[in-house]
């Protein structure tokens, strides 16, 4: 078992010199978290992470396949490109422009990069994936997104085509409103080999809007392999996501991606009015993620796997998965990551794709070095400066039968201008009688 160290667990730590480090980082969320709240959104108090695990169980008991470190879950079927993107390795998304006929309050395309420039002007896509072939690398699923790819329906179907002349065998997919997806752009993007397209839904769209994307999701399953819907999950949104699911169900299409609702730092009034909150905590592992999807709000994680819990007791046909905004981030790690060359101290955790070490402090130093030369194990590093012995994790149940509180390190491989480096992003607690390397890391 480890506990997670944050600012009501960190007085449980009686090692003085490992409170101090570890304060180190609460004392960094605490002051991100006085970010978010600068921004003028509320933060919940309640930490529903208990509640949230056990769900997650008794969902694991009656079926419903937990991945990706219990941060997505499905049932009956998953997009092979939702698979994909949990390591991210050879799978691209792209955008023609950010242009986009509806006015999302949650979107959170305003976050990325030359957003304006982009909202006017588009990319040439067919140059990208042009110099992506020169490369050589081995791409296996290609996406188009948006804004609403289309809005360019010529610059789309030329992506698709190229898409699959160039990296023969690549599984492609489109990302759409829906509101353009007619019959004669359905039948091009047949023709182009489009294997998936997602619609999006929005709760808050009049009934007709909602049944013309309905009646356009009807007409591509004439067209394309895999139709599905992806839509975040408003908290307390419960009973009208119940009715999507059925009529997506009647439907007959392949699935539905249930995503967590967040926070794109932008449109805080609507936010407040709507009495949304910060969940507490937003991350995991706080650190600068590429996804720009925002902050998770409270309450949308758990009306999901409700949903999961009805879809599975009313027997739906369509696949359901339930995709965190954790879940979108663990491809980063583990391409930052993976198959670097570390220190022998390092551990690349293969659940959450960090680096992870054990770390001793101050008069338990001694002890530990004790054990390690009965052993004849030296392949550890000490710290003066934090007064910290650092070595590999799987040496932590050789301290059995110590009272010694272990620091259990959290890092990331960055590369920089000048080279790669590690960066230690947290440290959390166990003992020795506590710790299973093979479940907890």
Partial sequence: MIIDICQETLSQIKNPALAKYAGMYTQIYEEFMEQ??????DVARENCHKETRRRIEDLRRKGVVVRNDAKSLYINRISPACLACQKGVGSLTFFISLQCHRRCFFCFNPNQENYDYYSH????????????????????????????????????????RAAKEKFPGVYTRLYTAG?????????????AGLDEIRFSIRLHDPEGVRRRTYEHIALARKYVPRVMV?????????????????????????????????????????YNE?????????????????????LPVAGSELDCLELLAFALEKGLQLGVHYCSLENKNTGQIYQQNYGQEVAATLYFSPRDYFFKSAKVFGDDIPRVLEVFKK???????????????????????????????????????????????????????????????????
């Avoid at 978010?36 to 959104?41: E, F, L, Y």
């Avoid at 509101?179 to 023709?191: F, H, S, V, W």
């Avoid at 607690?429 to 907890?440: C, G």
Wanted: hydrophobic share 35%; aromatic share 10%.
């Fill in 179 to 191: 509101d353009l997806a007619g019959k004669e752009i359905l039948a091009e993007l047949q023709r």
């Fill in 36 to 41: 978010v709240r600068s921004s003028g959104i």
């Fill in 274 to 294: 709507r009495g949304y909150k910060i969940k507490t905590p937003p991350y995991r592992v706080l650190y600068n993620y590429w996804y720009g999807g925002g």
């Fill in 121 to 160: 002007n588009k990319r040439d896509c067919l140059q990208e994936l042009e110099f992506l072939q020169k490369t050589g690398r081995e791409i296996n699923h290609l996406a188009l997104t948006g804004g609403e790819p289309l809005l360019h329906p010529a610059e789309t179907l030329a992506f698709f």
């Fill in 375 to 441: 052993i004849n194990y030296d392949q550890y590093t000490i710290n003066k400066q934090y007064r910290y012995l650092e070595f590999h994790i799987s040496k932590v149940q050789e301290l059995a039968g110590h009272d010694i509180e272990v620091g259990i390190s959290t890092s990331v491989m960055e590369k920089r201008r000048d080279g790669s480096y590690l960066r230690e992003l947290k440290v959390d607690l166990t003992r020795p009688i506590i710790f299973n390397p093979e479940t907890d890391i």
């Fill in 230 to 270: 992806e839509m975040p999950v408003l908290p307390g949104t419960v009973k009208p996501m119940q009715e999507v699911l059925l009529e997506l169900d009647r439907l007959g299409i392949f699935g539905v991606n249930l995503l967590e609702f967040c926070f794109p730092f932008n449109n805080v009034e609507i």
